[in-house]
């Protein structure tokens, strides 16, 4: 405790004689008249002069993920508003005036410049306060502190104890960029999900189903002939036994029908109940397999639902 008090006390009896010589230094320059050579000289020595006093308040705010150099810069920037604003007429020393100014410049500085989201000044201002209720209250209750003890501690309510909790997040950001293996191979950003197309084939394919339902068997067949077998309308009309302009009129039927039940949300409620039934609960199953039955594929394709979306982009 004494090595403490003697690091105290030298550390005021500092303070206390750069501000001595600063403030006589500004009393001088008030006594010089405006535009004399000699004023900006007094201005710079009494710059100079406190320049190691705003160093050590700038490294009050060390550790915060601000470079050393850009605390030291705001706070001279405080030292030298501290210098033109001091009033050595009022008879206070320009210890007492400059502390406060500076300490006032780093904490704009944060306010303004650090923050990677801006949030209102109100949510800003919650953050310290929740941690210093959090670090305050873990002493007390020898536990981590609920929501719901912070709230009370601050007289505030749960949500916006909430509020502020989200808001201090904005504070830091990490970029996707960020490598997550030594070799960097691995960003961030591959984590991060995406917009899964096979929802989108998942309804359509549901959709397809209920309108294929509504076709004859013969429909069903010529369309599986088309665009799963790949079979020419004349190859068509030699399997089937009727003529190529017949098939032609069948295609552009069944594709209209198919087109209306697709573009006619709830439809399909006017198919019998076991029907509907029948296609829900076959799902994940193949909904073309009645094409694999009626027709034997001209070329390799590598799934049924070759057929489903080469009759939809024909309709």
């Not at 799902?283 to 594929?297: I, K, V």
Request: charged content about 25%; proline content about 5%.
């Amino acid at each position: 405790m004494l090595g403490i008090s003697e690091d105290c006390g030298a550390s005021g009896a500092v303070l206390d004689a750069e501000s001595d010589r600063a403030t006589e230094l500004l009393a001088a320059m008030e006594a010089v008249p405006v535009g004399d050579p000699s004023r900006a000289a007094l201005r710079d020595r009494a710059i100079e002069a406190w320049l190691p006093m705003a160093r050590r308040l700038a490294n009050r705010y060390g550790n915060r993920g601000v470079p050393g150099d850009d605390l030291m810069q705001t706070a001279t920037v405080g030292l030298i508003k501290a210098v033109d604003r001091f009033d050595p007429a009022h008879g206070f020393g320009f210890g007492g005036f400059a502390v406060p100014t500076i300490l006032g410049e780093l904490k704009r500085y944060f306010r303004d410049r650090v923050w990677m989201i801006r949030v209102p000044r109100r949510l800003q201002e919650m953050r310290p306060a929740i941690s210093a209720a959090n670090i305050e209250l873990t002493q007390t209750l020898r536990r981590s502190p609920s929501l719901a003890d912070i709230a009370a501690h601050l007289g505030l309510t749960e949500n916006a104890v909430l509020e502020g909790l989200e808001g201090a997040r904005a504070y830091h950001t990490v970029s996707l960029s960020t490598p997550l293996l030594t070799d960097g191979t691995r960003e961030l950003s591959d984590t991060l999900g995406t917009d899964d197309h096979a929802y989108a084939l998942a309804e359509d394919r549901i959709a397809l189903r209920l309108a294929l339902a509504r076709l004859s068997e013969r429909e069903l067949r010529i369309l599986t002939l088309r665009f799963y077998g790949n079979l020419t309308q004349a190859d068509i009309a030699r399997q089937i036994g009727i003529s190529q302009m017949h098939v032609s009129r069948l295609l552009s039927r069944s594709l209209l029908k198919l087109r209306h039940c697709l573009e006619a949300p709830g439809d399909h409620e006017s198919l019998p109940a076991d029907v509907v039934a029948g296609l829900h609960e076959a799902g994940r199953a193949d909904m073309m397999e009645p094409c694999r039955t009626s027709a034997t594929p001209r070329s390799s394709v590598s799934s049924p639902p070759s057929c489903a979306s080469s009759a939809r982009n024909r309709m």
